[in-house]
Protein backbone atom coordinates (compact mmCIF):
# COMPACT_ATOMS: atom_id res chain seq x y z
CA UNK A 1 0.00 0.00 0.00
CA UNK A 2 1.86 3.21 -1.19
CA UNK A 3 0.79 6.40 1.05
CA UNK A 4 -0.22 9.72 -0.94
CA UNK A 5 1.83 12.80 0.71
CA UNK A 6 -1.82 14.36 1.46
CA UNK A 7 -2.87 11.47 3.77
CA UNK A 8 -0.39 13.55 6.64
CA UNK A 9 -1.72 17.04 5.56
CA UNK A 10 -5.02 15.56 6.11
CA UNK A 11 -3.85 14.02 9.73
CA UNK A 12 -3.00 17.45 10.72
CA UNK A 13 -6.47 18.84 9.23
CA UNK A 14 -8.81 17.00 10.88
CA UNK A 15 -6.71 17.68 14.15
CA UNK A 16 -7.13 21.08 13.81
CA UNK A 17 -10.62 20.49 12.66
CA UNK A 18 -10.65 21.91 9.31
CA UNK A 19 -10.86 18.77 7.50
CA UNK A 20 -14.12 18.00 4.76
CA UNK A 21 -16.18 15.11 5.17
CA UNK A 22 -14.91 13.73 2.00
CA UNK A 23 -10.94 14.41 2.89
CA UNK A 24 -11.77 12.65 6.50
CA UNK A 25 -13.61 9.53 4.82
CA UNK A 26 -10.29 9.44 2.54
CA UNK A 27 -8.15 9.45 5.14
CA UNK A 28 -10.09 7.28 7.49
CA UNK A 29 -10.08 4.47 4.53
CA UNK A 30 -6.30 4.74 4.29
CA UNK A 31 -5.66 4.37 7.91
CA UNK A 32 -7.80 1.25 7.98
CA UNK A 33 -5.30 0.13 5.08
CA UNK A 34 -1.92 1.15 6.38
CA UNK A 35 -0.63 0.36 9.99
CA UNK A 36 2.15 2.92 9.45
CA UNK A 37 0.17 5.50 8.70
CA UNK A 38 -2.45 4.62 11.75
CA UNK A 39 -0.40 4.29 14.47
CA UNK A 40 1.78 7.92 13.06
CA UNK A 41 -1.87 9.55 13.28
CA UNK A 42 -2.21 7.77 16.83
CA UNK A 43 0.72 9.53 17.62
CA UNK A 44 -0.34 12.83 16.47
CA UNK A 45 -3.39 12.43 18.72
CA UNK A 46 -1.35 11.58 21.57
CA UNK A 47 0.74 14.36 21.55
CA UNK A 48 -1.96 16.84 20.91
CA UNK A 49 -3.66 15.76 23.90
CA UNK A 50 -1.13 15.65 25.98
CA UNK A 51 -0.63 19.22 24.87
CA UNK A 52 -4.30 19.86 25.90
CA UNK A 53 -4.11 18.18 28.81
CA UNK A 54 -1.00 20.09 30.11
CA UNK A 55 -2.41 23.52 29.34
CA UNK A 56 -5.87 22.23 31.20
CA UNK A 57 -3.89 21.66 34.64
CA UNK A 58 -2.19 24.74 34.64
CA UNK A 59 -6.07 27.05 34.30
CA UNK A 60 -7.88 25.85 37.70
CA UNK A 61 -5.50 26.85 40.65
CA UNK A 62 -5.20 30.14 41.10
CA UNK A 63 -7.16 31.18 38.01
CA UNK A 64 -10.19 30.26 39.27
CA UNK A 65 -9.85 31.18 42.99
CA UNK A 66 -9.00 34.58 41.69
CA UNK A 67 -12.31 34.56 39.61
CA UNK A 68 -14.21 33.21 42.65
CA UNK A 69 -12.70 35.44 44.89
CA UNK A 70 -13.33 38.50 42.65
CA UNK A 71 -17.58 37.82 42.27
CA UNK A 72 -18.54 38.45 45.68
CA UNK A 73 -16.73 41.22 46.26
CA UNK A 74 -17.85 43.00 42.92
CA UNK A 75 -21.29 41.69 44.31
CA UNK A 76 -21.26 43.70 47.79
CA UNK A 77 -19.73 46.50 45.82
CA UNK A 78 -22.71 46.98 43.27
CA UNK A 79 -25.70 46.42 46.32
CA UNK A 80 -23.75 49.01 48.39
CA UNK A 81 -24.09 51.60 45.89
CA UNK A 82 -27.60 51.18 45.31
ZN1 LIG B 1 -0.10 5.10 4.68
Known amino acids: MSCP?????YMHDYLDEEISEREEQEL?????????CEQHFRELKKAIAF?????H????DGFTASVMAKLPK???????SR
Open 51 to 55: VQNTS
Open 5 to 9: DHIVD
Open 57 to 60: IKAP
Open 74 to 80: EKKKLEM
Open 28 to 36: RKHLHSCSD
